[in-house]
């Protein structure tokens, strides 16, 4: 059986031992993703998660720009 990627529209040839067969059997619509789309897909995300988690920035703590002066009362 040959399915089309959903990412990179390629055809690709899938054995019955594929993962996906049975589903994609089932439903032609299932959205399929080729080895390659799925390992670029993994790591994108990975990097995604891995830029969400900020290095705490000495400059932004708390209060630091809402310092008050000696002369404010
Ligand atoms: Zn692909």
Redesign the pocket.
């Known amino acids: 059986m040959e399915v089309r990627?959903?990412?990179?529209?390629?055809v690709?040839p899938i054995h019955e031992s594929h993962r996906d067969f049975k589903a994609i059997a089932h439903n032609p619509l299932y959205p399929f993703?080729?080895?390659?789309?799925?390992t670029?897909i993994q790591l994108e995300m990975q990097d995604q998660t891995g830029l969400r988690k900020f290095p705490p920035n000495p400059l932004a703590e708390p209060g630091s720009t809402v310092k008050k002066r000696p002369s404010d009362k």
Do not use: F, L, P
Not at 5 to 10: E, N, T
Not at 33 to 38: F, K, R, S
């Open positions: 990627c959903q990412v990179c529209g390629s690709k993703i080729c080895e390659n789309c799925a670029k």
